[in-house]
């Protein structure tokens, strides 16, 4: 299957005042038309920025080298003007926050059809009508008369649903969603989910779901990155993700979650230590320090991508 | 099993340098500012001037030489400056004048400091009506006009040094109390307060130990600039002819005295203009660098 | 039978909002009518969605903030008869750990400084370097290096915060540890260590937990008895294990459904009938029952009478018609 969005050898850096901090070292990943990716990753993982770094969407202090290619066009590089046009069409983003994307001071209505009234010529009837469409779509209930009140009066659950409309308005190739559902309450983050589910369905676009919960990508993904201090520790289809996790990193994560339909009788397989200080150089594989397979070899060398099973994993304890 | 297992999950933080607080932080970042190195350079010349400069000079600050009234600059006989309307050198009284208003602006701001943040913090924390009554009165001292005040007290206890000093002090302080209330009304909603509550610490000890040196930053910052606030206003003090009285002099007495005669004798005005001038700025170097400093979030 | 450690009975908490044309004075109402008892040793979680009083919850019981009616008892003393000072000697049990583990820590102290702090306010007259030991000691205890004892709370990871912060809440070795969302704000690695030590010192001391979390996996995996908060008030309290099996409420149900399991072939085979609408504004609580706006099994009644908290062996639940919707 060819994929819609193909990275290679990403690499993104930022400059601080103690250092250079490399948030996200020489990632390979490759988005499938259709498909629902999820990337997870705890904080500092670089799971959010290697996607802003696609966007062209860093800080001021990062750099991004190496190939990101939407459809054969490199992202990496493109003119500030150009991406910006890649990001408003071809591809779509949705935050954790709805605030941080949303002005406060124009109404709802006014910001989804401001932007293909702009891009694509649309007359004011149209955008509007599709507008609403769209509205519907992520089942707001009321469309026409909410789309002339502002931000604030909807609640969170219903301003992320304007910002999927929003998102899916210019009918994108590509959504990434970062934490679509961190910020909100347990059963509005199902409904949210469930929407995500049906509009899956309904519409195939290829959707990447960055987010630290596995429950969440346990149910929406088709296919699991696992990312650890900046490289991608493991990648595979989502059930022999969970169901015989290749990486020591993967497999402790997965142990050391409490799930609620399990009884907390034992504890909690925790893993030790931390995560690395990414303004260090790390030698072998970042996470040997923390693993309990980890021996001579592993802080020595560090592991490549390798085939494993249904998917790919970077272990040198794995059988070749 | 390897040796991370048998170490406690945290040492691997004990690898970076030791304790370095917030404070050496700040240290660190305003030695990189350049302005304000130099101006604590230039300030601390005019200060080491102002204290023995006056000992040192070829001429006593009170010595009146008749026969060189109003004299222009001449290192010849040693009046540097030149000399004033009533034959006094000029190099001696600038420098003394710098130690008055200098030592004013330091002891009225030390005054605002203990009584602005003693009183904005204790208002600013307990809150409720003891924070009502305590601003209120510092509204109403706001509301007194100032030079009706000093007036008040020039005429009930005569030109006291003393009393200018307790008048800037009692004015300085009022603006300190508010910047300290504010910054005590927002730590206390902080957690680390609740903790120290939880944690069974009094309300005396909560204001001393930590709201008080969480609102340092901001205060020191505010010092800087009170110390120039004072002077400016004792120079209006004694431009008025309500300031510190002959012999004694300040910056404020002789730019008074200079910018009178300024047509026949520029020396008289432009010397101690430019040590006000120059200290001036380097007080709000100082006080900008140190902001950017202690909150490297504001820049 | 002595008496619990902590029995809340009726416990309200309002927080007047000034508000409206003529300055009228309105009241949000955070904790309404909440009654349980706390054994020693034992670990009470408290769950709900945002707004739902939890974490008023825990401060009133600890008295950080006023409670506008109720009783708290501590073994069978009621609190809310202390004066000022003789409270602040019965903090001296009851400890508190926060969500976010660096602001609940004075960024201008050093790691001894604030984990003496406790000591400080209880035994002032303790020499400094008996003190020193016991919070090298407590520092050991939560699985920090005795050596940090002089560096600053920057300088730490999110966890080792939470350590820091679990130390000085374990210095004085108290009876009552209140937990507010104490790993909410922790990666899943480090959640698990947090999780792990808490457990470990209950065990070891003998500590009773009131734990307060929205993560519901937590919540089941640490306590041995479970409240149920929606909008301030108790909807389902019981034992742990018999709250997840069989939850009663329908808001308790459709929590538990709510949250998404890690495991694929467990999470996609779930029913995903998620619970419409929002939490409504604490300001404007619907009448008769708060959650039968978003109940499928309410009735007419419910938008009219308050449902009694019923007590059946060791569960409580508000809801006269559960059985109907157990299904």
Redesign the interface.
């Known amino acids: 299957m060819s994929a819609i969005l193909a990275i290679r050898g990403l690499t993104t850096r930022f400059a601080t005042p103690d250092g250079e901090v490399a948030a996200v070292s020489d990632v390979d990943l490759d988005l499938r038309a259709g498909e629902t990716l999820g990337v997870v990753g ?2 500092g993982s670089g799971k959010s920025q290697l996607f802003l770094s696609v966007l062209g969407l860093l800080a001021r202090n990062g750099r991004a080298t190496g190939s990101a290619r939407l459809d054969g066009q490199e992202l990496i590089g493109l003119a500030p003007e150009s991406l910006r046009r890649v990001r408003g069409g071809r591809i779509a983003m949705i935050f954790q926050d709805p605030m941080t994307s949303l002005n406060p001071f124009l109404t709802v209505g006014r910001q989804l059809t401001e932007g293909p009234m702009l891009h694509r010529g649309l007359d004011e009837r149209t955008a509007r009508a599709r507008a609403i469409a769209m509205l519907e779509r992520v089942r707001i209930p009321d469309a026409a008369r909410r789309l002339n009140q502002y931000p604030h009066e909807f ?4 301003r992320q649903r304007i910002m999927i409309a929003m998102a899916l308005l210019p009918e994108p190739d590509v959504l990434i969603a970062d934490e679509p559902t961190t910020a909100l ?7 949210i ?2 929407l995500l ?1 049906e509009l899956r369905a309904s519409m195939g676009i290829a959707t990447v779901l960055i987010t ?8 929406l993904c088709d296919r699991v990155t696992v990312m650890y201090a900046g490289r991608v520790v493991e990648e595979a289809p ?2 022999p993700l ?2 015989a996790p290749a990486h020591p990193y993967t497999r ?3 142990g ?9 009788a034992h ?11 990414l303004q260090r150089v790390i030698e072998g594989c970042a996470f ?5 397979q ?2 001579a070899r592993c802080t020595a060398t560090r592991p490549g991508l390798r085939a494993h099973g249904a998917g790919r994993a970077a272990c040198l304890r794995l059988p070749s | 099993m390897t040796e991370a297992h048998a170490v406690p999950a945290v040492e691997a933080a004990a690898l970076a340098p030791a304790g370095r607080g917030l404070w050496s932080d700040a240290w660190r970042r305003l030695r990189r500012n350049r302005a304000a190195i130099a101006a604590s350079v230039v300030l601390a010349l005019i200060a080491v001037a102002a204290i023995v400069g006056p000992e040192v000079a070829p001429h006593a600050i009170d010595a009146i030489y008749w026969d060189r009234v109003d004299a222009p600059p001449d290192f010849a006989n040693g009046h540097y400056f030149g000399t004033e309307s009533n034959g006094r050198d000029l190099f001696a009284r600038t420098l003394f004048g710098g130690r008055v208003s200098l030592a004013l602006g330091i002891a009225a701001t030390l005054v605002s400091l203990v009584i602005g943040v003693g009183w904005g913090a204790i208002a600013g924390f307990i809150g409720g009506r003891v924070d009502a009554i305590m601003m209120r009165t510092v509204d109403i001292l706001y509301a007194l006009p100032f030079m009706f005040f000093v007036i008040l007290l020039m005429v009930y206890f005569g030109r006291e040094p003393l009393l200018i000093f307790v008048a800037l002090g009692a004015v300085s302080w009022l603006d300190m109390a508010r910047i300290v209330r504010g910054q005590a009304l927002s730590l206390k909603r902080r957690e680390f307060i609740e903790a120290a509550r939880a944690a069974g610490t009094g309300t005396g000890a909560i204001i001393l130990r930590h709201i008080v040196p969480n609102c340092l930053g901001p205060v020191i910052v505010f010092a800087t600039l009170t110390v120039p606030q004072v002077i400016l206003l004792e120079s209006f003090l004694s431009f008025l002819g309500l300031g510190v009285r002959e012999p004694m002099t300040s910056w404020g007495v002789l730019i008074a005295d200079g910018a009178r005669r300024v047509e026949t004798a520029w020396w008289q005005l432009v010397f101690p203009s430019a040590f006000l001038a120059a200290t001036l700025f380097c007080l709000n170097f100082i006080g900008d660098g140190l902001r950017d400093a202690l909150d490297p979030k504001d820049r | 039978m002595s008496a619990p450690l902590l029995a809340v009975e009726g416990l309200r908490v309002g927080f007047p909002l000034s508000g409206g044309l003529l300055g009228r004075v309105r009241t949000l109402v955070a904790v309404d009518d909440v009654s349980f008892e706390l054994a020693a040793g034992e670990t009470l979680g408290v769950v709900g969605e945002s707004g739902c009083g939890k974490s008023t919850l825990g401060r009133a019981v600890l008295r950080l903030i006023p409670a506008s009616a109720g009783r708290i008892a501590w073994l069978g003393q009621d609190l809310g008869t202390l004066d000022e000072s003789a409270m602040r000697a019965r903090r001296r049990d009851m400890q508190v750990i926060f969500q976010d583990p660096l602001a609940a820590l004075d960024p201008r102290m050093t790691v001894g400084d604030i984990v003496a702090e406790p000591l400080r306010a209880f035994q002032p007259d303790q020499p400094k370097a008996e003190r020193r030991a016991l919070v090298e000691d407590t520092l050991r205890l939560v699985g920090l290096a005795p050596e940090m004892i002089n560096r600053y709370p920057h300088e730490f990871s999110g966890g080792q915060c939470q350590r820091i912060g679990i130390a000085r809440a374990m210095v004085l070795r108290p009876k009552l540890i209140v937990c507010d969302e104490p790993v909410s704000a922790l990666d899943a690695s480090i959640q698990a260590q947090i999780v792990n030590l808490l457990r470990r010192l209950q065990r070891e001391f003998g500590i009773a937990l009131l734990f307060i979390s929205h993560n519901l996996s937590v919540v089941r995996h640490i306590s041995h008895r479970v409240m149920v908060l929606y909008l301030g008030r108790v909807v389902e309290l019981a034992p742990t294990a018999a709250l997840f099996a069989r939850p009663r409420h329908p808001y308790t149900r459709a929590l538990i459904v709510a949250v998404p399991v890690p495991d694929p072939v467990v999470e996609r085979a779930r029913a995903h009938v998620p619970l419409g609408g929002e939490v409504p504004s604490p300001l404007r609580p619907p009448s008769g029952c708060a959650f039968h706006t978003r109940c499928a099994i309410a009735r007419p009644a419910c938008a009219r009478d308050r449902p009694a908290l019923e007590t059946d062996g060791a569960r409580r639940v508000a809801c006269p018609h559960w059985r109907d919707g157990a299904g």
């Open positions: 705890e904080s609640s969170g659950g219903m309450d347990v059963t509005v983050q199902a409904q989910l469930d589910r630290h919960d596995l429950g969440v990508v346990a149910g989502v059930e969970f169901g402790a994560l997965l050391a979650l409490p799930r609620v339909d399990a009884d907390g504890d909690l397989v925790a893993i030790p230590g931390q995560p690395p200080n040997a320090p923390r693993c309990a980890a021996d």
